[in-house]
């Protein structure tokens, strides 16, 4: 397996939502209410069952990061205009939930279940 890529350039573009251009030349894309809500912090993530212990409902409508920082070379952390900052989203996880164009695509036919011939 390859090495994780890593961000080369944080935009915030299109307004609303954070831009990651990654060294593999991808565009990733993620919404600030999708970032937020799905922080991986123990306070957001039962430990034990790994379920979200945020109510969506809670999350402030203008959500966004004051602070984009980096944790390492592993990482990105958060400061949420709501103060929340203990969440360490990681490379990886951050490719996960990925909400470009191209990865939703993917997500999409993956979770069908049986391609039509
Ligand atoms: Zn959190
Ligand atoms: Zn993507």
Do not use: N
């Not at 209410?33 to 945020?54: F, I, N, S």
């Amino acid at each position: 397996m390859a090495r994780t890529p890593v961000p080369q350039d944080i935009t915030q573009d299109p307004p609303g939502h954070l831009g990651i251009l990654w060294d593999d030349g991808h565009r990733g894309r993620h919404a600030y209410r999708t970032l937020r809500e799905r922080c991986p912090c123990a306070h957001c993530v039962d430990e034990w069952t790994g379920e979200g212990r945020l109510d969506p409902s809670k999350v402030p409508a203008g959500i966004h990061p004051r602070e984009v920082g980096r944790v390492g070379a592993y990482a990105l952390r958060f400061t949420w205009s709501d103060g929340h900052e203990t969440g360490i989203y990681t490379f990886t996880f951050l490719r996960e939930i990925c909400e470009c164009d191209a990865c939703a695509r993917m997500r999409t036919s993956a979770s069908r279940p049986g391609k039509v011939p």
